[in-house]
């Protein structure tokens, strides 16, 4: 009970600043699909569809490998690390710079290389601050961890509003003080989302000058040798994993027949499907903040506390909680997609979400899976498992999309993230088996999909659509309070075993 307290606590804790932050993160949605249509976007879906792996490129694994070394010697390897990711963060980002014009016309964006430019630079802040966003980590400072991101945030959404929901429209109706009016660019457009990510990813520089007044340049080739050993696989197992995440996104574009979807282009597609995506935020809220407490705490010195039985419980009830958001965001659909996607055309491409969003279910079982390959330094294994994963994907793809439109992209995510979950299973239980309650989350899943597919059955019946379609969702949660807990004196209690 005291781990599940323990990891609830901190899960909970860098949860407040993940959900809280992706919420109002997640307003950006709100503002982005009412200031530009699906094809305008599709330039952003596309670009942060890459710096999503150029992030991989400029961590290399180093993350994961301070968690694993940090305790031998804190303060060394945490110059050494920082110290490699600043030498290789400059280099990474020269190079964007100079090649930033050709690349985007390459990308079909002629005349954005100011956009590349910029992400380049959110690329390097992004590199620069992980590692001693890591340390805060690990030594427990979450409430400065949680400040930071939430101040940053806060600051992306306020210059959103000030660029696309202000400036935008005064720009247009030519109304309002004419200097603020001569802010805004139309030329830069959808690239002002770009913009206000560089300005609050720099604010993070404040919150955490503490951890680089007290930096001091290191370096140790033999160290480093060694450092690179381990966290290489773990960045091609990063990459794999991300290219899973988002090769649906480029290849949909690529594959989908002109016309697929009547009326709209292909740019329209990625645009609906790609802002769509985004309302599996919800599961990917939970993951983020688990792995935020999980992986420090997994990856520590050996203790009773993160035995392999305790890790199994956590995972059970990782299960649950995923469960929980799956059905009750899917259950709920109906009325989220008028909140958050605000022009209707986005709303073609909502049935890939309850899709994506038990994809990412299977994701967060395989990373709480992950922690056996990265404690027996058999990083290698984690990236067979994830190059398996995205073949899956890449294969799916390609061969369905033309068939299936962006239906395509989530079923397959779908299957690679079971695969994976399969392999990692067979793996963890060779070389560090845990007793995983495998057949309770098979049937967890199973009523998933069936209080999910009853909204559409009860959908017919003369009641209020809000009763029809969470019918499924509570009977979920009556069969969980009575299986999960026991009861005595009309007071709950976890049943553990």
Not at 348 to 363: H, K, Q, S, T, Y
Request: with cysteine; aromatic share 16%; glycine share 8%.
């Amino acid at each position: 009970m005291s781990i599940l307290k323990k990891l609830a606590g901190e899960t909970l804790s860098y949860g407040f600043s993940t959900i809280l932050g992706r919420s109002l993160n997640f307003l950006l949605v709100f503002i982005h699909t009412a200031a530009f249509m699906p094809a305008a976007l599709g330039v952003n879906v596309k670009l942060y569809g890459y710096v999503a792996i150029a992030n991989i490129i400029y961590t290399y694994g180093m993350e994961t490998a301070y968690f694993r070394y940090a305790k031998e010697a804190p303060e060394r390897y945490y110059n050494l690390i920082l110290t490699a990711i600043i030498l290789t963060s400059g280099l990474f980002t020269l190079g964007l710079f100079v090649f930033a014009d050709p690349l985007m016309a390459q990308l079909g964006y002629e005349g954005k290389g100011q956009f590349m430019r910029w992400l380049a630079l959110i690329l390097a802040i992004d590199a620069v601050t992980a590692i001693p966003f890591a340390r805060l980590r690990l030594e427990r400072k979450i409430q400065l961890f949680v400040k930071a991101k939430i101040v940053s945030i806060l600051l992306n959404v306020g210059l959103n509003l000030f660029f696309l929901a202000l400036l935008k429209p005064m720009q247009e109706g030519h109304w309002g003080p004419i200097f603020l009016q001569n802010l805004y660019f139309p030329s830069i457009g959808a690239g002002y989302i770009f913009l206000a990510n560089l300005l609050s990813n720099a604010s993070l520089f404040y919150w955490l000058r503490s951890s680089f007044t007290d930096f001091k340049w290191t370096w140790d080739s033999a160290e480093m040798k060694k450092l690179w050993v381990y966290s290489f696989p773990i960045m091609f197992m990063s990459l794999a994993a991300m290219f899973n995440l988002m090769f649906d996104r480029l290849l949909l574009e690529e594959f989908l027949p002109e016309g697929f979807y009547p009326g709209r282009s292909s740019e329209d597609a990625l645009g609906i499907y790609g802002n769509c995506y985004k309302l599996s935020v919800f599961m990917s809220l939970a993951i983020q903040a688990f792995k935020y407490a999980a992986e420090p705490f997994f990856l520590g010195s050996k203790s009773a506390e993160n035995s392999p039985s305790n890790l199994a419980l956590v995972s059970h009830w990782f299960v649950i909680v995923c469960l929980i958001l799956w059905v009750g965001v899917s259950s709920n659909l109906f009325w989220i997609q008028g909140l958050f996607l605000r022009q209707s055309i986005y709303w073609e491409g909502i049935g890939v979400v309850p899709v994506l969003l038990l994809a990412n279910l299977f994701l967060g079982v395989y990373y709480t899976q992950s922690v056996w390959f990265k404690k027996t330094n058999k990083t290698y294994m984690g990236t067979v498992i994830t190059v398996t994963g995205l073949a899956v994907t890449l294969i799916g793809n390609v061969i369905f999309i033309p068939i299936y439109g962006y239906m395509a992209c989530a079923y397959s995510f779908l299957t690679s993230a079971i695969v994976m979950t399969l392999l990692c299973y067979v793996g963890g239980q060779k070389y560090d088996p845990a007793p995983y309650r495998w057949m309770a989350a098979i049937v967890y899943i199973g009523l998933g999909v069936i209080a999910i597919q009853s909204g559409s059955i009860l959908a017919s019946l003369q009641i209020p659509l809000f009763i029809s379609q969470n019918i499924g969702f509570i009977c979920i949660l009556v069969y969980i309070l009575l299986k999960e807990f026991s009861w005595k004196n009309g007071k709950p209690s976890l049943t553990l075993k």
